[in-house]
């Protein structure tokens, strides 16, 4: 099944206490992306990623890392969490190919900073 | 700030009417506007999406209108099923819809 999985989907830390949010598709998509969803703001991209090695900082990169090694997985990396960083995480693939341009997302990482 | 306005932030239908929200941006260089649904503790999902050059488009019951002049867009649920609710985002993009820019959603109610 063609799908995109993130873990955990849902995780409870301490200010401070480094965490990465795991991210892999396996349609073979070039492009990746990073997004949190607050209420009222909608979703703000984060982090992308065209391609392996290539990755460039989106709307709300602060307190955030990622990188690209391999073409199927793009994990987020918080080395500081902080209280401001919790929310509702999704990771994002596309095809990034000539007219189809639809992003799919994985289910979700509820993250809460105490 | 945010690049792409959406309105209204809740909507409350009866079945069988008709659920309109609205978008409204101000980059005239975005070509590329999707329609995303996301239901509770999923994510969003690809609805429909339309391009510039056209001034409507239509799936099924789902109806994209398209007005570049006032640089707006809207969906239209014809005959709204309580399956519908969910919370429904516009978004807005350059270059084939890879780096979206999102409202700030609608959260849809059907009532039965």
């Known amino acids: 099944e063609a799908q995109v999985t993130q873990n955990p989907r849902y995780l409870i830390t301490v200010t401070g206490k480094k965490l990465t949010v795991t991210c892999s598709q396996n349609m073979n998509h070039e492009y990746m992306s990073w997004y949190r969803q607050d209420p009222g703001l909608g979703l703000r991209q984060i982090y992308y990623s065209m391609n392996v090695e290539v990755t460039d900082k989106g709307d709300v990169p602060e307190g955030y890392k990622v990188s690209r090694k391999e073409k199927r997985n793009f994990p987020l990396i918080l080395e500081s969490p902080s209280p401001n960083q919790t929310s509702l995480y999704f990771c994002?693939?596309?095809?990034?190919?000539?007219?189809?341009?639809?992003?799919?997302f994985g289910p979700g990482t509820r993250l809460t900073v105490t | 700030q945010q690049q792409v306005k959406q309105s209204p932030q809740s909507l409350i239908v009866q079945k069988g009417g008709i659920s309109i929200i609205n978008c409204a941006y101000e980059n005239t260089a975005f070509d590329y506007f999707p329609w995303y649904q996301q239901f509770p503790g999923k994510g969003p999902a690809l609805l429909i999406a339309?391009?510039?050059?056209?001034s409507e488009k239509k799936e099924g019951r789902f109806t994209i209108s398209f007005n570049k002049s006032a640089k707006q867009f809207s969906l239209h649920i014809m005959d709204s099923q309580p399956g519908d609710s969910a919370t429904y985002f516009c978004a807005a993009s350059i270059e084939y819809g890879n780096k979206l820019v999102f409202g700030a959603g609608t959260i849809l109610r059907v009532k039965s």
């Open positions: 994002a693939s596309s095809p990034r190919t000539s007219g189809k341009s639809e992003q799919y």
């Open positions: 339309i391009r510039p050059d056209v």
